[in-house]
């Protein structure tokens, strides 16, 4: 934070009191919130939040301390005061007084331990003790008023309490200061009601570290319960009513869904949407994304970025600096060539060998682990793909001309590479979305160096995904005959899908991203758009220096 020296008076920003409470029952939360911004509802924070919608709403006066009446009871709701002495800022639920004493008192959603009140709750009530007698009244305990059980419990500020209080302050001050987060909590009870879980990823992390755990546990839901929506119809129109999307086909049936059921959005072509569903996906945290007609994300709609500056400012040294950009650009290009090769094992149809492709892809992979710089790299990562694209006609039922084009982006001359081109826009479209979520910038690439208009780390955490994603549904399609020579329009040379087969292939990617996988790092199953959001979080930590290594998604 502002000051190199935890234990200065002018420590830059108030802490709130509450960050101290979340300091105690654990510091990497603290510093995932208040260093990171990080923030994520659960039902816990949604339950104290309507715990806490009556006393939020100011009412009451507090007197000035030298304008306490012996004779005058006091309740006032919602005060805030601070103290520059310590650093502190509290907003007091309730403060009560009679005569010349006050005492704050502090609404909880649970309920006490089976010892008394929490610690880190008789901490935060001790905060604001403090606060108070700073600001010149007098205060010699508070209470906590615990929701679940509808217990007062009082909590006396004795000496030893107060010193415990001024150490975990001090201790914060000094995490805060820190360039990377505390490790996780190991096995922690704690870790599985925590609404940062998903982001903090203790298990995961505290394996990646070293650490030697029994179980990887899953502490996140394995799939999420809304869906993105896609919109192809030409001349359609997305709008809002209540708390509900609309989406209007020129000349079609409206159909509607609930916000809390959409994750994302999608547009494509000429596609109108009103600023009011604007304003209700973007603040509801429901990403955008705008497509040309023929599926190439063009433009992002999204509310504020992440908070967390510190982790894209160093996204931007890691970008510039070989040393600390080659290790992560290795895994991605180990971690595309071996899903390469694993695909190619699997699917190969043809009565031709195909050993020694498999023995070339093996031998690339070792390559890329022990490259010496990037662009060793992408020689290495070209040399696999042609190797691979060599052989991929020999994976389908009928190539339909891939066989004589080989892969060629733009413009698709086959079918089978008009298909491979969608469905990677629609890898690259999530993982910018993933990539937002984690608070990193999805332009500025690690491996894939920095180009106008073209979201390079996005494409760096598509890589790994394009054999098991892109090209296995692509194969699916076209081997199982769902797409075929008549789903395509050829113009010129070039080839583009039909919109009934664009939402064939959308229709298959979203069932294979919804499908559950087990995760070959941490051994419990999730959904592929699950996983790619895990990834982008590693990816995170490994720019931020909290793991050394980035590990690819690679299956068997």
């Not at 609404?195 to 990823?201: A, K, N, Q, R, T």
């Not at 290495?380 to 060599?390: L, N, P, V």
Request: hydrophobic share 40%; proline share 6%; charged share 25%.
């Amino acid at each position: 934070m502002a000051s190199s020296d935890p234990s200065s008076t002018d420590f830059g920003e108030l802490i709130p009191a509450r960050m101290i409470n979340e300091y105690v029952y654990c510091p990497r939360l603290f510093y995932l919130e208040w260093v990171q911004g990080e923030w994520a509802d659960s039902e816990d924070t949604i339950g104290g939040k309507i715990i806490h919608s009556r006393v939020d709403t100011e009412s009451g006066q507090l007197p000035e301390p030298g304008d306490l009446d012996t004779e005058q009871r006091i309740a006032a709701r919602s005060v805030t005061l601070a103290s520059t002495r310590l650093g502190l800022v509290a907003k007091i639920d309730l403060v009560e007084g009679d005569g010349s004493l006050v005492r704050p008192v502090d609404y909880k959603k649970g309920s006490p331990g089976q010892k008394g009140a929490w610690e880190s709750d008789q901490i935060q009530l001790c905060v604001q003790g403090l606060i108070l007698r700073d600001n010149g009244y007098q205060c010699d305990s508070g209470i906590l008023y615990y929701a679940g059980s509808k217990q007062r419990i009082e909590v006396v500020f004795h000496e030893e309490l107060v010193d415990r209080t001024l150490e975990a302050v001090k201790q914060a001050k000094k995490v805060a200061v820190l360039p990377i987060p505390p490790p996780p909590l190991v096995d922690s009870p704690k870790c599985p009601r925590c609404s940062l879980v998903g982001i903090c990823l203790p298990d995961e992390v505290s394996l990646m570290r070293g650490e030697r755990l029994e179980e990887i546990r899953r502490l996140v839901p394995a799939r999420d319960d809304a869906a993105p929506v896609y919109v192809l119809d030409q001349g359609a129109s997305v709008g809002k009513s209540g708390e509900r999307l609309v989406i209007r086909p020129r000349g079609g049936e409206e159909r509607s869904l609930r916000f809390l059921d959409v994750s994302q959005v999608s547009l494509y072509g000429n596609v109108q949407i009103s600023a009011q569903a604007i304003r209700g996906l973007v603040e509801r945290g429901i990403p955008i994304f705008h497509h040309t007609y023929g599926g190439w994300l063009c433009a992002v709609t999204s509310g504020p970025t992440s908070g967390n500056v510190g982790l894209r400012s160093q996204q931007y040294r890691v970008a510039e600096t070989e040393e600390l950009a080659l290790p992560i650009a290795r895994g991605i290009v180990v971690g595309k060539v071996r899903n390469q090769r694993t695909l190619l094992r699997r699917n190969y149809r043809q009565e031709a060998p195909v050993d020694g492709a498999l023995r070339e892809l093996m031998r690339f992979a070792r390559l890329a682990q022990s490259a010496r710089s990037r662009e060793k790299l992408f020689g290495i990562e070209g040399m696999a793909a042609k190797t691979y694209f060599a052989f991929f006609s020999g994976m389908l039922r009928d190539p339909l001309g891939f066989d004589d084009a080989g892969r060629k982006r733009r413009p698709a001359p086959d079918p089978v590479n008009a298909t491979l081109s969608f469905l990677y826009s629609l890898l690259v479209k999530e993982a910018v979305r993933a990539l937002t979520v984690v608070g990193l910038d999805p332009y500025q690439g690690i491996y894939h160096r920095l180009r106008f208009g073209r979201p390079s780390l996005a494409l760096d955490l598509v890589e790994e995904f394009r054999p098991l994603l892109g090209d296995s549904i692509a194969l699916t399609l076209f081997n199982n005959r769902v797409l075929s020579n008549r789903s395509f329009i050829r113009r010129g040379g070039t080839c583009a899908l039909k919109e009934d087969a664009r939402r064939s292939v959308i229709e298959a990617y979203e069932k294979r991203m919804d499908t559950l996988v087990r995760h070959p790092l941490f051994g419990y199953k999730v959904s592929y758009r699950r996983v790619m959001e895990i990834q982008a979080r590693l990816l995170a930590r490994c720019i931020a220096g909290e793991l050394q290594f980035y590990k690819p998604f690679t299956t068997r």
